[in-house]
C-alpha cells in the first residue's frame, strides 16, 4: 500500500517563493509526480522525478530524495495564476496513487 | 496534436442505472488510465489499460469495470449506479509510464 501526506493549504504573495511539501510511505516505486490542477478543470503535468536530486523547468522545481521518502515542489516568483491545488502522485506498476492536494492561494 | 477527449462532459443519472464513458488517448498513446475524484477521497485509481490488456486495478467494487479497443480508445462502465459515484471521472493516457496527459473530464451525477 502507500502513503502519501501533503499540506492542506498554503498562502503566499505574488512575487514570493513557496515550497510544497510530500512524504510518503510506499511498497513499490517508479517515480514520483507533480501535478497541477486549477479548479474545475483536469490535472497538467508539471514534473518527474525517479532519481535523487533537483529538476528545474522554469519557475518550477522538484526534489527528491527516494531515502527519505520525500519530494518537494518549489514555485518561484509566484504568480496569481499559479492559484491551484497541486498534487503530489508515486506511480507504481502502472498506477499512479494521488495525495490529497496542497491548495496554494496566491495573494497580490 | 489533439489532446486527450472524453465524452460526454457531463451525465445526470438515477440509481441503479448503468453510465458509460468513453475516452480518446492522444494520438500515439497506447496506454489509458481511469481515475476518480471526488472531494471526500481525492483522485483515485480506477484501471489502466495498454493495448487492450488490463495491467492494474484499483479498490473499486466490480460495478466498475473498462476496456480498451484496438485503436487504444477506452471506456469505463458503471452498472446500478449508486449516489456515491457522483464524481468527476479523469482519463489520462501516455506513451511511457513517465508522463500522463489528463482529459477534461466527465462530470456524473446521480440522483
Known amino acids: 500500500g502507500q502513503n502519501i501526506d501533503q499540506p492542506t493549504e498554503m498562502t503566499a504573495t505574488e512575487g514570493a517563493i513557496v515550497q510544497i511539501n510530500c512524504t510518503y510511505q510506499t511498497s513499490g516505486f517508479n517515480g514520483l509526480f507533480w501535478y497541477q490542477q486549477h479548479a474545475g478543470e483536469a490535472p497538467t503535468f508539471l514534473s518527474y522525478?525517479?532519481?535523487?536530486g533537483l529538476e528545474e523547468k522554469g519557475r518550477f522545481s522538484s526534489f527528491l530524495s527516494r531515502s527519505k521518502g520525500y519530494s518537494y515542489l518549489l514555485l518561484k516568483e509566484l504568480q496569481m495564476k499559479d492559484s491551484a491545488s497541486y498534487l503530489c502522485a508515486l506511480v507504481d506498476d502502472y498506477k499512479l496513487s494521488f495525495g490529497a492536494g496542497t491548495t496554494v492561494t496566491v495573494r497580490a | 496534436k489533439a489532446g486527450v477527449t472524453q465524452t460526454p462532459r457531463y451525465l445526470i443519472k438515477t440509481r441503479g442505472q448503468q453510465v458509460t464513458l468513453s475516452c480518446s488517448p492522444i494520438?500515439?498513446?497506447?496506454?489509458v488510465s481511469w481515475y476518480q475524484q471526488t472531494p471526500g477521497q481525492g483522485l483515485q485509481f480506477l484501471f489502466e489499460?495498454?493495448?487492450?490488456?488490463?495491467?492494474n486495478k484499483g479498490n473499486f467494487p466490480g460495478r466498475f469495470s473498462g476496456r480498451q479497443f484496438s485503436n487504444s480508445r477506452s471506456e469505463m462502465n458503471v452498472s446500478t449506479l449508486e449516489l456515491g459515484d457522483s464524481a468527476l471521472y479523469l482519463c489520462a493516457s501516455s506513451f511511457t509510464h513517465n508522463e500522463q496527459f489528463f482529459g477534461p473530464g466527465t462530470r456524473l451525477t446521480v440522483l
Open positions: 489499460y495498454f493495448s487492450e490488456t488490463q495491467r
Open positions: 494520438s500515439g498513446h497506447r496506454s
Open positions: 522525478n525517479v532519481l535523487d
